[in-house]
T-cell receptor
């Protein structure tokens, strides 16, 4: 596709359930990022992937959070045993590479509501 | 480590008035600085960025920002606000790859434009 695609756009789940969020980056973009945006707060870095290098997981808030990416394609963010504080918009972004001057292209996000 | 402070979570201006959104950063290395905009129900998009060279940077939609190292600031301005500028604006900072490649965002400023 032309842009970063995320699914689902909205997810409502019950506390304790697992959820999977998907991100399809722009074709050819080797770097992929996940951010979390809580209501009224800025974007909180979660994890990034660059090609076949080990991902930087330093932003993952707990071991309930994990993410995978196969090669330079789709990524999945999994949240196990969801809690109410996990409610947020999860944003995915991709970029051509890891150049620090490069632009990140964002998807529209997946809004997660944990009841 | 890098961090960003955006002064004012909400800014309201009249149509045609000057827009000034404040951003101060903290970085242990020469920073790369960015402004992103998020329109309602859309993903973030890049407005402008400072990497090296000229400290006054021009972006899309008539916005510009000036990098002031002595003040550790990167304030965003626009001479005359339009109704279509109503959105949330995020300042972000990034260091060189060896310092981690995370793009660190501020908490955001919601701009309201009154007719």
């Amino acid at each position: 596709g032309a842009g970063v695609s995320q699914s689902p756009s909205n997810k409502v789940t019950e506390k304790g359930k697992d959820v999977e969020l998907r991100c399809d980056p722009i074709s050819g973009h080797t770097a992929l990022y996940w951010y979390r945006q809580r209501l009224g707060q800025g974007l909180e870095f979660l994890i990034y992937f660059q090609g076949n290098s080990a991902p930087d997981k330093s932003g993952l808030p707990s071991d309930r959070f994990s993410a995978e990416r196969t090669g330079e394609s789709v990524s999945t963010l999994t949240i196990q045993r969801t809690q109410q504080e996990d409610s947020a918009v999860y944003l995915c972004a991709s970029s051509l590479g890891l150049a620090p001057t490069g632009e990140l292209f964002f998807g529209e996000g997946s809004r997660l509501t944990v009841l | 480590a890098q961090s960003v402070t955006q002064l004012g979570s909400h800014v309201s201006v009249s149509e045609g008035a000057l827009v000034l959104l404040r951003c101060n950063y903290s970085s242990s290395v020469p920073p790369y600085l960015f402004w992103y905009v998020q329109y309602p129900n859309q993903g973030l998009q890049l407005l402008l960025k400072y990497t090296t060279g000229a400290t006054l940077v021009k972006g899309i939609n008539g916005f510009e920002a000036e990098f002031k190292k002595s003040e550790t600031s990167f304030h965003l301005t626009k001479p005359s606000a339009h109704m279509s500028d109503a959105a949330e604006y995020f300042c972000a900072v990034r260091g060189d790859v060896e310092y981690g490649n995370k793009l660190v965002f501020g908490a955001g400023t919601i701009l309201r434009v009154k007719s």
